[in-house]
T-cell receptor, first 112, second 113 residues
Framework: DQQVKQNSPSLSVQEGRISILNCDYT??????FLWYKKYPAEGPTFLIS?????DKNEDGRFTVFLNKSAKHLSLHIVPSQPGDSAVYFC???????????FGTGTRLKVLA | EPEVTQTPSHQVTQMGQEVILRCVPI?????FYWYRQILGQKVEFLVS????????KSEIFDDQFSVERPDGSNFTLKIRSTKLEDSAMYFC???????????FGEGSRLTVL
């Protein structure tokens, strides 16, 4: 039972353009969402989060959008840079629980 | 910047052997986790730990697995009798409700032969 899904396993984008990574979830109890970036042989590093009381959160080049009715969130990276090339995971949790459920990841390649 | 540290970075073991993976979470964090990632697959939750006891565990975390916080700084994952399918990258993470972020270690790669 995959509660958090990232349906695109990979994405290629030209440097300077927008990267849009998508994530869908099925559990309506999720109320906190995070995006992590992972380079090979390293642990995931936190990028940005959003709570269900918001529909948008912005941090520099990274913006996360949350559509609760569609149970969908997306991460926008503008402008994309070659150093952004990594695997991106979305994760979700429910207040009061102690675990985060991760999606399968999307491999982003930013072409110079 | 505070970080979660894990040792060893890579361990090779024979099937049936016991393995202990060690983690030092960030010092003021109170919630600790183990996740694993089998090569090419997603990051999977194993167990969470708070106030010196397991808060939640997944179906992966069977009787062969145990966690311990022996001395107030280390957080260990023990696999009693390793199987081939235990080969994976094991990530420790810690969390504080001040920021809501999970901080991950670099991971310990376990190879079971």
């Amino acid at each position: 039972d995959q509660q958090v899904k990232q349906n695109s396993p990979s994405l290629s984008v030209q440097e300077g353009r927008i990267s849009i990574l998508n994530c869908d979830y099925t559990n309506s109890m999720f109320d906190y969402f995070l995006w992590y970036k992972k380079y090979p042989a390293e642990g995931p590093t936190f990028l940005i989060s959003i709570s269900s009381i918001k529909d948008k959160n912005e941090d520099g080049r990274f913006t996360v959008f949350l559509n609760k009715s569609a149970k969908h969130l997306s991460l926008h990276i503008v402008p994309s840079q070659p150093g952004d090339s990594a695997v991106y995971f979305c994760a979700a949790s429910t207040s009061g629980t102690y675990k985060y459920i991760f999606g399968t990841g999307t491999r982003l390649k930013v072409l110079a | 910047e505070p970080e979660v540290t894990q040792t060893p970075s890579h361990q090779v073991t024979q099937m049936g052997q016991e393995v202990i993976l060690r983690c030092v979470p960030i010092s003021n964090h109170l919630y600790f986790y183990w996740y694993r990632q089998i090569l090419g697959q997603k990051v999977e939750f194993l167990v969470s730990f708070y106030n010196n006891e397991i808060s939640e565990k997944s179906e992966i975390f069977d009787d062969q697995f145990s966690v311990e916080r022996p001395d107030g700084s280390n957080f260990t994952l023990k696999i009693r009798s390793t199987k081939l399918e235990d080969s994976a990258m094991y990530f420790c993470a810690s969390w504080t409700d001040e920021t809501g972020e999970l901080f991950f270690g670099e991971g310990s790669r376990l190879t079971v032969l």
